[in-house]
C-alpha cells in the first residue's frame, strides 16, 4: 500500500527527532523551577550558593562589621566624643541633613512633573526627555561636579555677575516663584462649574496676567525695601552650601521619575479621566487618584533617592571645596579624617552613614513587602481584566 | 438631553480616526455606535465625553456648543471599557466620589450623599457590597458599580465604552437585559459603543454602523437589518454569500445568476455583486424555477434550530445555506449531490459607485 509506506517514514522520522522530555508532557508535570533544581548536579547547587555568600561577605557583611567594629574599638566614650564633641564632624552631619531634604524635595517635584509628562501627554521630544532623565546615571559625578563649577564658578560663565552684586538677582528670582505659584494655585482651585465662578474666578487672561504683573513688582519692591537680600556680596554657590544641594540634585535627579513612570504607565489614565468627568477638578484629581495610585512606587524612590543623597561623595567633592565647618558633608569628612590618620573619628562618622543606610535598607524592605501586598490585593482583578482585553 | 455631532474630524498623527462624522441622538434615545475595532467609534465617543478633542467640528448639547467646554462641565456620564474604578476606594466611595468632589458651595450634606449612594447602589442592586473593593468583585459587579458612580452625578448624557465587550457570554445577556429595563426607567439619554452587532440590534433604539472613521449607515435595527446602505453594512452584520458579475442595461448578470437592475441602464458594463444571507437562499433538487444555480453539497452541520450547508459552486468557491429544520427534514441533502440553488432575495451593489438596489423575487 503506497500511501502508508509513504507515511512511515515520516512518522518514525517526527518521532526520533523529538526529545524524551517531551514525550512525558502529557504526564502531570512539576511546576518548571522545581524541576530545574531537581535538574542540577548537587556540586553546581553548592558551589555557586557557596561562591555568592563568600563574595556577599567578603564585599559586604565584613565591611559593615568592620566599620562599626573599628568605630567602637576605643570604647564608646571615644566614639561619643568622636562624633559629638569635633564641631567640624557635628557641622557635616548637620549639613548632610541639610543638603539631602532640600535635594529631596527638588527632586519629588521634578521627579513627579517628570513622570507625569512622560506618562501622560505624547509631545515631540518626549523619548529625548525619557533618555535625558537617566543621564545623571550615566555621567560621572566628578564631571557633574566640573559643569557646575565651570557654570557658577568664579571663572564660570556665570561667575562674573554673581560676584559683582550676586544678590540682585534673588529678588527676581523670589517673586517669579511666588507668581508662578499663584498662578498654578488659581488654575487649580477654579470651581469646576463656570456658575460657580464669582468674582475673582471670572476673571480673563489678560487681567490675570496683569494682576500676576502686579504681584510680581509688588514682591520685588518688598524686598528691596526691607533689604531681605544683602547687597555687594557676591552670591556664592560653589564651595557653599547652595552647590552642594545642586550637585546631589543633579546626581539623584532620575530616582523618583524612574521609579514613577512605570507605576504611572502601568495605572493608566483611566481612573484619572473618570475622575474628572465626574467633576473633580485638577487639585482634587490629583490627591484623591493620582497620588493614592502612586505612593508606594512615590515612597520607594524617595528612599532610594534618599540613600544616593547622603552618600554622594564625587560631584559634591568637586564643588564642596573641603572647609572644614562649613562645606563638608558626611562623605567628605570621612575622606578627610582618613587622611588626617584619624581611624577611630573617620570610622565613627562612616558607622552612622552606614546606620542610616540600613535604616534606608530596612525601609525598602518593609515597602516592597507591603507594595506587594497591595499589589497582590489588585492585579489579578484589574490587571488581570486589562491584560485579558487589552487593546 | 439631545447631542448632535457635526463635521467631527480627527486624526492621530497619519491614522484618521474620524473623517467628518455627523449624527444626533434625540433626548431619551439608547442608540449603538456600531463598528469594527480602529473603526473610530471610541474616539468618537471620548469626542462627545470631551475626554478627547477633535480637529475640526463640533459637538452640541440640546442645540448649544459644547466643544469647549471641559469633560468635567459636560455633565457626561462615561463608563469606561475596563470601568476605571477607583482600585483604592470601596464601591461606595467609589459611587460617591462624583458627590464629593463637587464645590463646598454646593456640596450635598454627607447624610444627603449616603443615603443617594445607597439609592444607587440598590438601583445597581449591590447594597450588600458596598463596603468592598473593586478587586473583590466579578467583571458584571464592577461594570454595575461603574455605571452606579456614573449615574450619581446626575449626567445628562451616559456614554458606555465597549459596555459589556469585557464579561462572558452568560453575563453579558443578563446585563444587556436588565440594562435595557433600566434605560426603560430613567430614559435617559444614552450612546454605547460596542463591535457585536447582535448586542447593537438587541439593545439599541437606532444604530450607527461606522467604517474606517466614516458612518456607512444609520437607522433603527430593522432598517440596517433589512435595508442595508452599502457592502459592509452587509458584511458586518452577519454573513453573506456573494456572485460576482456586472451590471448592464438594467440587469445585473452575476455568473449563472440574472436578476432587474434599473439603476444601471447603461449599454456600458461595470462590475458589479450580488449578495444573498445563508437563509435568503431555497434550494431544491429541481431546477423548475429556473435563474438559479447547481452546486453540489461539501458539508452539512445540524446544530440547534437550523442546519447549515456548504455548496461548492465548480469554481471553488464556498456557497452556505441556512435551512430551518422542517425544510432540511423534508430534503435530507446529502454530502456531495447536486442541489439547485436559487436566491429568494439579492442584494446588488456596483463595486466602484455604491449604489443599492434589492429586488425581491
Known amino acids: 500500500m503506497p500511501p502508508e509506506a509513504s507515511l512511515k517514514p515520516d512518522a518514525s522520522f517526527t518521532t526520533a527527532s523529538l526529545p524524551p522530555a517531551s514525550l512525558k508532557e502529557p504526564s502531570p508535570a512539576p511546576p518548571a523551577r522545581q524541576a530545574r533544581i531537581q535538574q542540577d548536579p548537587a556540586w553546581i547547587r553548592w558551589g555557586l550558593t557557596v561562591i555568592v555568600l563568600a563574595v556577599v561577605g567578603v564585599l559586604i557583611v565584613i565591611p559593615v562589621v568592620h566599620v562599626f567594629a573599628q568605630a567602637l574599638a576605643a570604647g564608646v566614650g571615644v566614639y561619643w566624643n568622636n562624633l559629638f564633641n569635633d564641631p567640624d564632624t557635628l557641622h557635616s552631619i548637620l549639613l548632610t541633613l541639610t543638603v539631602v531634604p ?11 512633573a517628570a513622570a507625569w509628562a512622560i506618562a501622560r501627554f505624547s509631545f515631540p521630544g518626549r523619548t529625548l526627555l525619557t533618555t535625558l532623565v537617566d543621564l545623571p546615571f550615566s555621567v560621572s559625578p566628578v564631571v557633574a561636579g566640573l559643569i557646575f563649577v565651570l557654570i557658577f564658578g568664579r571663572q564660570g560663565y556665570l561667575g562674573p555677575f554673581l560676584r559683582s552684586d550676586g544678590y540682585s538677582i534673588m529678588p527676581y528670582l523670589f517673586s517669579f516663584l511666588g507668581v508662578a505659584l499663584l498662578l498654578v494655585a488659581y488654575q487649580l482651585f477654579r470651581p469646576i462649574n463656570r456658575a460657580e465662578r464669582r468674582g475673582v474666578w471670572n476673571y480673563s487672561w489678560p487681567v490675570r496676567l496683569a494682576g500676576a504683573a502686579a504681584v510680581f513688582a509688588l514682591l520685588v519692591l518688598v524686598q528691596q525695601y526691607f533689604e531681605i537680600w544683602p547687597r555687594n556680596e557676591s552670591l556664592r554657590i560653589i564651595f557653599a552650601t547652595p552647590g552642594l544641594i545642586i550637585a546631589t540634585a543633579f546626581v539623584t535627579f532620575p530616582f523618583v521619575a524612574r521609579e514613577l513612570i512605570p507605576v504611572m504607565e502601568a495605572t493608566g489614565a483611566d481612573e ?22 502612586i505612593k508606594w512606587g512615590l515612597a520607594y524612590g524617595i528612599i532610594l533617592c534618599n540613600a544616593r543623597a547622603m552618600g554622594e561623595f564625587g560631584a559634591v567633592y568637586v564643588v564642596s571645596g573641603h572647609i572644614a565647618g562649613q562645606t563638608d558633608t558626611m562623605p567628605l569628612r570621612i575622606e578627610k579624617l582618613f587622611q588626617e590618620y584619624n581611624l577611630p573619628g573617620s570610622f565613627a562618622v562612616a558607622s552612622v552613614l552606614t546606620l542610616l543606610a540600613l535604616v534606608t535598607l530596612v525601609l525598602k524592605a518593609g515597602l516592597e513587602r507591603h507594595g506587594i501586598k497591595k499589589v497582590d490585593g489588585t492585579a489579578p482583578g484589574e490587571l488581570g481584566a486589562r491584560e485579558r482585553h487589552g487593546h | 438631553m439631545g447631542i448632535e455631532v457635526r463635521g467631527m474630524k480627527k486624526a492621530f498623527g497619519s491614522f484618521t480616526a474620524l473623517n467628518d462624522v455627523s449624527f444626533t441622538v434625540n433626548d431619551g434615545e439608547l442608540v449603538a455606535l456600531l463598528g469594527p475595532s480602529g473603526c473610530g467609534k471610541t474616539t468618537l465617543l471620548r469626542i462627545i465625553a470631551g475626554l478627547e478633542t477633535g480637529d475640526a467640528g463640533a459637538v452640541l448639547f440640546d442645540g448649544a456648543d459644547a466643544s469647549q467646554r471641559s469633560a468635567r462641565d459636560r455633565r457626561v456620564g462615561f463608563v469606561f471599557q475596563h470601568y476605571a474604578l477607583f482600585r483604592h476606594m470601596s464601591v461606595f466611595e467609589n459611587v460617591a466620589f462624583g458627590l464629593r468632589v463637587r464645590p463646598r458651595a454646593d456640596r450635598l450634606p454627607d447624610a444627603e450623599i449616603d443615603r443617594k449612594v445607597h439609592e444607587l447602589l440598590e438601583l445597581v442592586q449591590l447594597d450588600y457590597l458596598g463596603s468592598r473593593y473593586p478587586s473583590q468583585l466579578s467583571g458584571g459587579q464592577r461594570q454595575r458599580v461603574a455605571l452606579a458612580r456614573a449615574l450619581a452625578v446626575e449626567p445628562r448624557v451616559l456614554l458606555l465604552d465597549e459596555p459589556f465587550g469585557a464579561l462572558d457570554a452568560k453575563v453579558r445577556q443578563e446585563l444587556r437585559r436588565w440594562l435595557r429595563r433600566l434605560h426603560g426607567e430613567i430614559h435617559l439619554t444614552s450612546v454605547f459603543v460596542t463591535h457585536d452587532q447582535e448586542e447593537a440590534l438587541e439593545l439599541a433604539s437606532r444604530v450607527v454602523v461606522m467604517n474606517k472613521g466614516v458612518i456607512e449607515q444609520q437607522g433603527t435595527p430593522d432598517q440596517v437589518v433589512e435595508h442595508p446602505a452599502t457592502p459592509f453594512v452587509l458584511h458586518f452584520l452577519g454573513n453573506v454569500n456573494i456572485f460576482h458579475g456586472r451590471v448592464q442595461e438594467g440587469k445585473a448578470l452575476l455568473g449563472p445568476l440574472a436578476v432587474e437592475f434599473p439603476d444601471h441602464q447603461d449599454r456600458e458594463p461595470r462590475t458589479a ?13 429541481t431546477g423548475q424555477h429556473g435563474g438559479g444555480l447547481w452546486a453540489s453539497v461539501q458539508d452539512i452541520r445540524t446544530s440547534g434550530a437550523i442546519a447549515k450547508l456548504e455548496l461548492s459552486e465548480g469554481e471553488g468557491s464556498l456557497i452556505q445555506v441556512d435551512l430551518g429544520r422542517e425544510q432540511f427534514e423534508r430534503l435530507r441533502p446529502v454530502v456531495g449531490e447536486r442541489l439547485y440553488i436559487t436566491p429568494r432575495r439579492l442584494r446588488v451593489f456596483m463595486s466602484d459607485a455604491e449604489t443599492a438596489a434589492s429586488p425581491i423575487r
Do not use: C, Q
Not at chain 1, 485638577?282 to 497620588?291: A, D, E, H, L
Not at chain 2, 455583486?273 to 433538487?285: F, I, K, M, Q, T
Open chain 1, 272 to 293: 484619572e479621566l473618570a475622575a474628572v468627568s465626574l467633576g473633580a477638578n485638577g487639585w482634587k484629581m490629583f490627591w484623591r487618584i493620582t497620588v493614592p495610585n
Open chain 2, 273 to 285: 455583486a450580488g449578495y444573498a444571507r445563508p437563509h435568503e437562499l431555497d434550494v431544491s433538487r
Open chain 1, 102 to 112: 532640600v535635594a529631596l524635595v527638588a527632586n519629588l517635584l521634578f521627579g513627579v
